[in-house]
C-alpha cells in the first residue's frame, strides 16, 4: 500500500512517500501563510495515484481545512488525520487523558518504538517546542516533558527584554558559551540551556528505568542542540513519518480482521 506521510508542525511541514517497503527522503518547507493552493502545490501534489495520505497535525483546524481543500482540488485520496489514543502500534499512553498528548509527540513515540521495539527510548524532538518522552521496552510512555525551544527562548528575549532587544542588534552567533556580544549570548545560552534539560533528562531517565536505553533526536531545530549535548544519542530526522507508517499499517491491518 502506497501513502503520503505529513507531519505539520507549528512551523514547518514534512512529508515523504512510502511505497509499502521503503519512506522516501524527507522534505520540509515553512508553511506560514500558506493557502490550500500552496499545499496542494507543494506537498498533495505527490500524492496522485497513491491509496492513502496520513497525517499528523498540531497546526490547528484551519491547517486540516486547507490540506482536505488541497487533496481534492489534485483529485487525491481524503486526508486521514491521527488523533492520539489509549494504544496503538505497540504503545500505550501514560496521560490520563490521552487526548492530552500531542499527536506528534504520540507518534514520534510510535516511531521510535517501531526502531527500537526492546529497548527503552527517550524521544527528544527540537522544534518550536522542545519535549521529552520515555518509553520502556515494552511500549509503555513513563510521560514527558515540554520547554520553548532554542529558537522560541531567543525570540522571548528579544520580544519581552527591551534592553536586551537593544543590545542584540548587530550582533553575530558564537560558538561556545561565554559570548563577546549580546545576540551571541542570547542564542549560545539558549542552546545550552535545551543541551542541559537533555542531559538531565538521560539521568533522570537512568533512574526511572533502571536499564540502558536509546537517545534519539528528532527535529527541526535539533542541530541547534545536537553538538552541545554531552550524552550518546542516534539522530531520526524522519521519525514522525517512521511513526505514521507504524500507526498507518496497523490501522490499515485492523480494518481486514
Known sequence: MSMLLIDVGNTRVKWA?????????????AHAGWSAQD??????????????????SVAGDGVRKKL????????????????????AAGIGVAYAEPWRLGVDRF???IGAHALFPTVPVCIVDVGTAMTIDLVDGIGRHRGGAIIPGPELMVQSLLKNTDGIR?????????HRLFA???????ERGAGYAAAAVVDRAVE???????????????GGAASIVQPLIRSAYVVVPDLVLRGLVAHAEESAALRLI
Open 180 to 186: 563577546n556580544n549580546t545576540l551571541a549570548a542570547i
Open 68 to 87: 482536505i481543500a488541497a487533496a481534492r482540488n489534485v483529485g487525491a485520496v481524503v486526508p486521514e488525520f491521527v488523533q492520539t489514543t489509549r494504544h
Open 17 to 29: 512517500r512510502w511505497d509499502g517497503k521503503r519512506l522516501s527522503a524527507q522534505r520540509a518547507a
Open 107 to 109: 507518534v514520534a513515540i
Open 204 to 218: 533522570e531517565a537512568r533512574a526511572e528505568i533502571g536499564a540502558e536505553y536509546v537517545l534519539v533526536l528528532t
Open 166 to 174: 537593544k543590545r542584540a542588534r548587530g550582533g553575530r552567533e558564537g
Open 39 to 56: 499545499f496542494a502545490k507543494q506537498v498533495i501534489r505527490s500524492a496522485r495515484g497513491i491509496d492513502r495520505i496520513v497525517v499528523a
